[in-house]
Structures are given as structure tokens and as C-alpha cells.
């Protein structure tokens, strides 16, 4: 990529501030980009020419709105959009037109933004995919929920993308696609006018290109000054973490993230190994009660109202949610809860902890989206957590890596993961 | 009231399973009522006589669905209903109708409840009045902001409201309309489909005639057998907190909270007097430091697209909310944090604590619907909380008592508040 499409997004916006870029033309270069790829990929639910252009002249039009002038970002389809469709992945809601924006997209917005698309999201976020393929191999999945985002970006067809997270629908895919995916502090982006699934798991985050854009687009739209304009630590103290579900790991994962180790003495960061505490184990399991109960209860209308129209997977969800009785439910929060107070001592002077994004590769086909067991933990935690690409495996398909954060440091994780983002390009 | 309508809501869906009370002739006595008073006290938004004898017939035909069978409820028009109008107290929503029902109107319509019309709300559940009046004298406020569910049910024209708190607009109104309002411990009921204004304050709860329909129907609701079939405890221990806003408390509130206290003692309860601890002082501002930014943000897209039918109220709370930094926001959700850890100290052995609900009697005006200053630490705590009448003051209007309890042991602050409710009635 060269032209405007590859500048970052702080530098896009500013040229287009300092009218050195029109924002129609910039704007115009990620349409020829869709134009050239999309039919390959499947990455949108909905885009429209016209809309966007029309949107990119208004930007030429006025004063700066904000540090985000200009720059079209998409939409994962389960964020409620007003001037666009929004299905949340389920024909239960064709053709939808809500009647607000989302919160997220609203803020954006305000910063000088507006939507390039709506990005395809598996149903209502869970497990049953929609038409997006993988950019690296069309015949593997791009992941999920998020898979039109973290394809989009990966294709170059988006500068950034909204994702959502409630297993680990942002880290995963991105992992897969070989972007950089950013799951924020629980809470931290707010939720309104995103489709509830488990509030006490959904997460906003973005898919991005790089870990500055990533962490400059979610400051601005969190007014966090320390996250926007993020450097990379000096010499980062970075734990190394075989977690439980270690034996997931498949060898492509277990090299990466040797890779990454050596990438990361390399570069100058102290890198030791950590242990989850024993009384984590449950945590994945714990997540899954979580959310299996929360959703069953969350989309009770369209269980009750629309079951004709929910698929076998999500349908089998629902049917597992309703019978966890809430002791179980009950007791499951408390367990996070228990784990969150003992985080601390996890990170120990660790700034970010490195884990498996994912299993490995991304699997061949497209009725799976793969597994989030790497991420299921972070995400009940409620930690903050980026996926950086760390090469790729012996398919010839991107892999990553995760970095978790200290819950509410985002910007102290995302300096480590500028160093680390480095450190794998010195090495790459 | 005598006939169908004085029946509790557990008798009623009884004798409606069991064919000796027919769901239409239930439904119509709830519609004559409000034929009789609606056209005085204001406290809908939207009913259709046609819609809810249409739902009862339909249960009368049809084998009973759960334990909620025939069950009209009244539900606050912040919250989605499909089949009603939902305008959220603002002109920006007007005629508008969501998708989906709320979670909580599904999960009641999956017991065999169905919705007998919308309730009025202030203005994005903030401070702006909609029309309704205190069904005890029209003079005064009802309070807010679920000001039509507290009025509706005090006037005899709902058996149950839902309603919503985000500072105190379930205990208050509850209070000033002599009825029972019952917030859970946060998060208990799912709040997809309610309109999102602050997201770690936003909580579901009803408004009810006695404190065993408020637990009944939320304990069916959220699937819960130990506050579906609550009973009074038998000598509970409970507390009485002078809070550290006890200043606000007028000669009203102090007399309700003496006379309570006496009552309790004269039937048995073990009654101490327990204190808040000191750093708590500095909840009630914490509180409104998280609403006031959290829905500066939440309503974002109202506030930057519909400036104009945004009351001076709520701009100016979003003016203020954008003016407290991440910095500011992050120290008080802390300080919460906190908080609830000191809790358990402070509930020491009390299965409860009586805190007032409000500052005195309903102020007289429309203009205002009453300070939430009693309500504030609680909502922030997550604590369930419930309003218990009280007797009244000296201009003649309603006074309640709040009874708080431990997070997540609802069942036990029923069982306490039964006990209390019972008191209260035979010291009356």
C-alpha cells in the first residue's frame, strides 16, 4: 500500500485538517481499495459509495470537528448505526434502521469521523459466521464475531474498524487475519446502543493496522490523553504466561511466541515467566456459565418471539444458558470476582503478560470461527488485551500474540505493545 | 379496592391458571381504574385498551405459560416494548418503536405476564417532569423518574410497574407515592433494550402494592426461588444509619424513621444503630461525578445531533459531564470500589439497614421531582434497596422508609422487609 492509505490515522487526519489531503480523496482511495477486494473477501454488510463520499465532501466543507477529521472507520454490524442497516448477523433484524448511533460511533463521530460501512459480524456475536473469508487464504475463516472487521482491515479496505468482544471475538480474529485487535479495559469505551449479549463480558474495542492508531483512535474517543498520544516504553518488564489452557496451544502458537521472547530480549525488554495463580484454572469454564446465562436471558425476544430464525448453534447456547440455575451463575461471578483481587499479584512489576491470541492458525473452512480459549479469561477479567502479529505459521497464515494489561492501564499496556510491535518488526 | 384487583399478583395468576378468574376480567378492572383516575393523575404514556384485552384473551385461551400467567404489568417507557410506543420522556423519540422487547419485558412475557401500557418517565430518566401528578394530592410532585409507574401503582391503575434507578428514581418516587419500590442488587434483572444512561448505575426494578409482589414477581422473573417465595423473617436484626446526609433529612423523614424504629422494636426485630463509615462520606458526590459523565456519553448521539429538543436540564448535566476528566471519573468509580468493600463491616450481623428514602414528604409543584440525595451511595453501591411505606407527614402526603441490603442476598432484605412492612401496619 502507498498513497494516503498508508498514512496513520493520526497523520491522515491531520493532513486532511491542514487541507494538505481532501478527505473526499482519502476517502475515495479506501472505496477503490473495497472496489478491488471485497468481492474476494466478504468482509461488508453494507457500504455505500455515495453515503461516504457525500460524508468525506462535508469534512472538506467545515472546520476540524476533532482529531479524528475525516477518517471513515467501519462498523461492526452488531453497533447500532443511524444512517445505516444494522442486522447484528441475524435475519430477525433485516433491513433494521435504528434510531440512534451507538455511543461509540456518536463520539467518534463528534472527533471528525464517520462510518465507511457496516463490517459482517457472526450472529448476535456468537458462533454461527457470516460471508467473510480470510484475506491471507479465502479458504480459511477470518475468525469471529468481529470477522468483517478484522478482515477489512487486514485487506486494507479500512483504516480501523469497531469491533466488540464478549469471548474473544476482537483478539482472535485479529490473530487470524494478522492486524492488531484492542480489547480496552472493561467499560472504558461505553456500551449504549451496542446489541446486549452478557454485560458482564461485552467489551467495545477496535481492529486497527497498528498498535499507535489502535490506541490514538480509542484516546480520542475516551478523551485519554496518555492513551492517544502512547510512546513506546523504554525497556519493559514483560511476563511470559503458559496459562492453563496451555495445552491448546498448538506448536504454530508455542513458536510464535518463542519468537516473540527472542524478539523481545533482543530488543532490550526483561522478560521473565509468570503463573496464573492455581485458583484460575476455572476461569475459562467460569466465563463460559457467564456468558451462556446472560445471553439466554439478554436476547430472551428473540428466543421466545423469533426461535424459527435462530440457528442450531446459538439455539443450543440458549438451551445450556437456561439451565445453569443462578447459584451456578451466582457463583461463577464470584469466582472472577475472587481472581480480579489477586490480578495485582499476577502482574507482579510486569507491565503486560504475554499469552496465546489463539490456538493457532486460522482453520480451514468457513463453518467455524475457531476458538476463543485463550481469551475467554482476560475478557471475564475484565483486563485490557492487544493482539500484535508475530509472524505466521506453517500454513503460510498470520499468527499473533496477546499482551494483558493491568485492569485500567490501558496506556501502560499499549507501551508495552508499541515496544513489542517493534521488536517483532526488527525481528521479522 | 375490592374484587379482582386487591388479589396479590401470586393469588391472581393462580385463580387466572385455574379458570376462576378470567385474564379479560382482570385485565378490564385494571382498565377501569384507569378510566376513573387516569384523566387526573397522568401517569401514562401510552395504553390501549383494545391491545391489552386482546393479550388477556389470548391468556385465557391459552394453557398457562408460567407463574406470572395473565399479569398486566405497567412498564416504565424508558425500557423497549415492540408492540408500544417507547419515547424515552424526550420528543427526539417520538412515535418511535424499537425492534425487540427489553430483556425484562420478554423474560415477564415468557412467565405469561403481558404489558398493560407505558409509563411516563422524565426526560431520559433525568430531571425533567413529564405530566404526571402525586395520585395523593395533584398539587404535588409523584418524584421521578419513574414517576407514572409509582403513580399508576399508588392510584390503583397497575398491579406492578417496572421501573428504573440510576440515582434514585425507583425509591424516591416510591416513597412519595406511597407504594413499595424495589431495586435489586445491580445487575440482577438484564437491562437489554433500556435505554442506556450510566452504565455502572443503570438498574431494573418495580414498583409494587406490597413488598411480596415486588419479590415474587422479580424472583420468577430472574428465575430466583428464595425471593419468588420470600417470607418474613422471623425476629431479623436491623440496622438504623444516621447517614452522613442525615442534615437533608426533614422533620417528615425523622419522625417515619422514629416511628419505624418503634414499630420494629414492638414486633420483635433486634434493632442497633450502625454507622456509614467515614470515607463514605464522599459517595453522594462520587455518584453523581459517574452519571453525570456516563451519560454525557451514553446519550451522545442525542446530544450532538438533537441539541434542540434537549431540555436546559439535561444540557446542562452533559455540560458538566464533559468537563470531568478520565482522571476524575476513574478516582470516584475507585473510591466506589472501595466502598463495597468496606461493606461487609458495615452490615456487620443486620440482615438490613433502614436508611431514609427520601429528604420528607413529595415537594408540592411539578416543576421538581425531588432530591435523590437518600438514594445516591446506594445506587452506586450496587446494594438492593426497597421502599417500604411509612406512614405520612404533616402536609398529609405519603412517607416511606429504605431498607438496604447486602449485595446479592435480595432474598434476605425481603425476608426483612416483609417483616417490616408488617410492623409498620400493625403500629399504623
Same sequence: chains 1, 2.
Wanted: some cysteine; aromatic content about 6%.
Amino acid at each position: 500500500m502507498s498513497g494516503p492509505t498508508s498514512l496513520s490515522l493520526r497523520a491522515a487526519a491531520q493532513q486532511i485538517a491542514a487541507k494538505r489531503l481532501s478527505a473526499a480523496d482519502y476517502a475515495a482511495a479506501w472505496l477503490a481499495r473495497i472496489e478491488a477486494r471485497e468481492a474476494e473477501i466478504g468482509a461488508w454488510q453494507y457500504v455505500d459509495r455515495d453515503t461516504v463520499l457525500t460524508a468525506a465532501r462535508r469534512c472538506d466543507d467545515e472546520a476540524p470537528r476533532g482529531p479524528l477529521h475525516g477518517l471513515p472507520i467501519a462498523v461492526k454490524d452488531l453497533i447500532d448505526t443511524v444512517g445505516l442497516p444494522t442486522e447484528y448477523g441475524s435475519p430477525i433484524y433485516k433491513g433494521h434502521r435504528p434510531a440512534a448511533d451507538a455511543a461509540c460511533v456518536a463520539l467518534a463521530r463528534a472527533a471528525g469521523a464517520f462510518g465507511l460501512g457496516k463490517t459482517i459480524t457472526t450472529e448476535f456475536a456468537y458462533f454461527s459466521p457470516g460471508k467473510t473469508v480470510n484475506p491471507h487464504n479465502p479458504a480459511h475463516t477470518p475468525g469471529g464475531s468481529s470477522s468483517g472487521s478484522a478482515a477489512a482491515v487486514a485487506a486494507g479496505m479500512a483504516p480501523l474498524a469497531f469491533g466488540t468482544q464478549t469471548a474473544g471475538s476482537i483478539l482472535r480474529p485479529a490473530s487470524y487475519c494478522g492486524v492488531v485487535g484492542y480489547k480496552p479495559t472493561f467499560g472504558l469505551i461505553p456500551r449504549a446502543g451496542i446489541k446486549s449479549l452478557a454485560e458482564s463480558l461485552d467489551t467495545v474495542g477496535v481492529i486497527a493496522r497498528t498498535v499507535e492508531d489502535a490506541a490514538f483512535f480509542v484516546g480520542v474517543l475516551t478523551g485519554r490523553g496518555a492513551l492517544r498520544d502512547v510512546a513506546a516504553a523504554p525497556a519493559p518488564r514483560i511476563g511470559f504466561c503458559r496459562t492453563p489452557m496451555w495445552d491448546e496451544a498448538e506448536p504454530a502458537t508455542v513458536a510464535a511466541l518463542d519468537r516473540a521472547r527472542g524478539a523481545l530480549l533482543a530488543a532490550g525488554a526483561r522478560v521473565e515467566d509468570v503463573a496464573v495463580p492455581a485458583e484460575h484454572r476455572g476461569l475459562v469454564t467460569a466465563q463460559d456459565t457467564v456468558m451462556a446465562y446472560e445471553m439466554a436471558r439478554a436476547l430472551a425476544d428473540e428466543r421466545v418471539r423469533h426461535g424459527d430464525l435462530i440457528s442450531p448453534a446459538l439455539a443450543q447456547l440458549f438451551d445450556r444458558g437456561l439451565t445453569i440455575g443462578p447459584e451456578v451463575y451466582d457463583a461463577a461471578r464470584a469466582e472472577a470476582a475472587m481472581a480480579r483481587q489477586r490480578l495485582p499479584a499476577f502482574f507482579a512489576d510486569c507491565a503486560a503478560v504475554v499469552v496465546p491470541a489463539a490456538p493457532g492458525e486460522a482453520p480451514a473452512g468457513h463453518a467455524y470461527t475457531g476458538n476463543p480459549v485463550f481469551n475467554r479469561m482476560w475478557t471475564l477479567l475484565g483486563t485490557p488485551a492487544v493482539t500484535i502479529p508475530a509472524g505466521s505459521g506453517t500454513a503460510g497464515l498470520p499468527i499473533g500474540v496477546q499482551l494483558v494489561g493491568r485492569v485500567g492501564d490501558d496506556a501502560a499496556l499499549m507501551a508495552a505493545a508499541l515496544f513489542s510491535e517493534r521488536a517483532f518488526a526488527v525481528a521479522a
